[in-house]
C-alpha cells in the first residue's frame, strides 16, 4: 500500500556504505522521475547518477546533511550513501522547476524504499563547488541532491505536543526521532 511505503520513507542520513546501489537501478529511479508529472508538461529537470566511489567522493563535500544537528557535520566515512542522482533544472527550457524537482526527488525515494533502499533529499548545497567539481555547465541549475544506499539505523516519527519543537533529534542510541504534527492540525 501507498500508505506504508511513504510510512516507510524517511529521510536516512547513515548509511552501509559497502553495499552498492548499481547503476542500473540508478536509471530506474530515473525513470520513475521521468514519468512524474511535470509543470506545463515541459519536463526541465536533467540528472546526473554516481554510484562510482571516486565520483561519490567530489559530491559528498558540497552537501549539508542536517541542519538541526548542529554538532554532526554528517554521515562519517563508512556511513555515508553508496550513489546519488542530483537534479538539475534546464534553464534553456524554463527558469522555475522547483515543484518540478520536488516531485521528481520523492519518486526517486519511494522507487528506493521500494527497492529496500533510503535516502535522502538535501537542498542545502554548495552550489557553486558542486558545478565545478562536477563540471557541470552553466545553463544547468543544481536543484536538489538525493543521496541513496542501503540504510543504517532507525528513524521514529514523533507526535508534536504542544509546545514542543518541529526539530528532529537523535537519541542516545542513535536513533533518529522526527516529529510530526498531528492530521487536526493540518488540515484547516
Known amino acids: 500500500m501507498i500508505r506504508d511505503l511513504i510510512l516507510k520513507n524517511r529521510s536516512c542520513r547513515r548509511f552501509y ?16 522521475a521521468r514519468l512524474s508529472p511535470s509543470s506545463a508538461n515541459l519536463q526541465p529537470l536533467k540528472y546526473i547518477i554516481s554510484c562510482d566511489t571516486a565520483r561519490n567522493a567530489l559530491i559528498f563535500p558540497y552537501l549539508v546533511w542536517a541542519g538541526y544537528l548542529k554538532d554532526w557535520p554528517g554521515p562519517a566515512e ?14 534553456g527550457i524554463s527558469k522555475t522547476f522547483a515543484y518540478d524537482a520536488g516531485i521528481a526527488a520523492q519518486s526517486i525515494l519511494l522507487g528506493a524504499t521500494e527497492k529496500g533502499l533510503a535516502g535522502c533529499m ?11 567539481a562536477l563540471d557541470i555547465p552553466v545553463n544547468y541549475e543544481i536543484v536538489l541532491a ?4 542501503k540504510p543504517r539505523g532507525k528513524v521514529v516519527l514523533e507526535k508534536i505536543v504542544p509546545d514542543r519543537s518541529i526539530k528532529y533529534w537523535r537519541d542516545e542510541k542513535g536513533a533518529h526521532h522526527v516529529p510530526k504534527r498531528p492530521l487536526d492540525e493540518v488540515i484547516l
Open 17 to 32: 556504505q559497502e553495499v552498492a546501489v548499481r547503476r542500473k537501478v540508478l536509471k530506474g529511479l530515473v525513470e520513475l
Open 78 to 91: 563508512g556511513e555515508r550513501p553508496s550513489a546519488y542522482i542530483v537534479i538539475l533544472g534546464d534553464t
Open 122 to 132: 538535501i537542498g542545502s548545497i554548495e552550489r557553486d563547488g558542486l558545478r565545478k
Open 146 to 149: 538525493v543521496a541513496i544506499g
